[in-house]
Each structure stands twice: as C-alpha cells, then as structure tokens.
C-alpha cells in the first residue's frame, strides 16, 4: 500500500499544503491505492519537504516525481490527451504555478500577520507553552527567508499581488470556455494550478491575494471542477 506522508487538512482543504493536495489528486487520477499519513515530519523526507510517498522501504520524495512514479508504475500518462505542443504549455504553467504563484501564497500566508495567527495555531498550536511560541517563531522566520532568497518575499505586498495577478490572467486566458485547462479531461497542469488556487482561496484571513482569486468566477468555477474531479473521495 502506497503511503502518502502529509501535513494535515487545513482551511477546508485535505492538506495545508498544495503540493501535498497535488500529490492527492495524481493518487486519485491514477485509481491507485494509498493511505494519507497526515502529521508526517518534513525533516525525514529526502528533500526534507513534504509530500513524500512512502514505497515499501523507498520513499519517493517530491510531487513531480511522485508523478513520474505513478506514470510508471500504472503505465498511464496523465497528459495522454496533449499534443507536443499542449505538453510544452502543461509544463510551463505547471511552473509558472509552483515556482511562482505559490510563492506569493507563501508570503500571503507566512509575511501577513492577520493570515499567521491562524497558521500558529494550526501548525503550533499543540506545542507546549514556552517552547511552542519558540519554535513557531523560529520556522516562521525560515520560511520568510525562503521566500526573500527566492525573491518574492523582498516584494511589496502590492508588488507581490499585481505579479501574482499576470499569473492568474495567464490561467484564466488558458481556461477560456473550457472546463479543465486543456479541455474536458483534467491532466497533470489541472493537479498543480487547480490545487495552488484553491489553497489560497480558502486562505483563512481575507487578504487582497485571496480576493484576487475569489473575484474571478471563471478560476472559482475552474476550482469546483477540479474539485469534484481529481479531489480524494473523504
Ligand atoms: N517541489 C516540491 C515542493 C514541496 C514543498 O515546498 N513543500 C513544503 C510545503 S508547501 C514543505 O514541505 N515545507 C517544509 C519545509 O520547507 O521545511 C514538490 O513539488 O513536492
């Protein structure tokens, strides 16, 4: 049995992180059997991130490789419907989400006070007294200075929205009328766009960066397809 080794739900979504939430739906995509193991550590991952797919004795660290693992395994192809063409613009926007957009959700998550309360009690909340406070603390700074060596997180805030704004353009031009980004079938880009949107729509406080997405009926539409689609049947 594959195990996926995850955070937890949070904010409505079956994991606090949306990569976690990707793998999810790759899983749900692919017919195959796992089990979530939610309140895994991060620290005992390869890339000492999560999500990791625990293997037998392997462990399969990162969701595009977990991705490339399933592919293999089943023999399927989660971008069998793409021509060449398609498959070169599932990888950029696939890019365009994970290495950009979810940074600027980090920062709307982890730089914003009004955001952070719910995260420290989410993620810290548990912790004893003096030492939760400390260590809360202690990785909130680290994930900040992940987001400023990345870049984004030396933005302003308004400087961060209007950046993640050309990518939420970028994916509704993508839509068009169409259900799922490359039609009427989800593919792999749908695992990784429609999961990062719906992460920062359901941030719990009511930032401009949640706004952005939650003014946008056609990303909101897309979010309750992807959703009903690829989401794991609780
Ligand atoms: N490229 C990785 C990114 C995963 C990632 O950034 N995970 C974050 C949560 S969203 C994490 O585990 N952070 C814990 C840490 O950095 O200590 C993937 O696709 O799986």
Known sequence: MLKLKSFGPAFGQPDASPFVVKAMC??????????????????KTPYKKLPALQVDEAMIADSETIRYFL????????????????????RALIRMVE??????????RWMNDSNWVHLKSLFFGDLPPVIGPFIAKHVRKSVINSAKGQGIGRFEYDKMVERATHDLVAIENTLGQQTFLF?????????????????????????ALKQLVLSRPVLMAYIKSVEAAIYPKS
């Not at 899983?27 to 991060?42: C, H, K, R």
């Not at 039609?183 to 930032?207: C, E, M, Q, R």
Request: hydrophobic share 35%.
């Open 183 to 207: 039609g009427d079938k989800p593919t792999a880009a749908d695992a990784s766009v429609g999961t990062a949107l719906a992460a920062y729509a359901a941030s719990p406080a009511d930032t």
């Open 26 to 43: 790759l899983l749900t995509m692919a017919n195959a059997e796992w089990e979530n193991n939610p309140g895994s550590d991060s620290r």
């Open 71 to 90: 592919e293999d395994k089943y023999a399927i192809d989660f971008d069998e419907p793409l021509d060449v063409q398609q498959r070169a613009q599932s």
């Open 99 to 108: 290495e950009h957009f979810y940074f600027c959700g980090l920062c709307d």
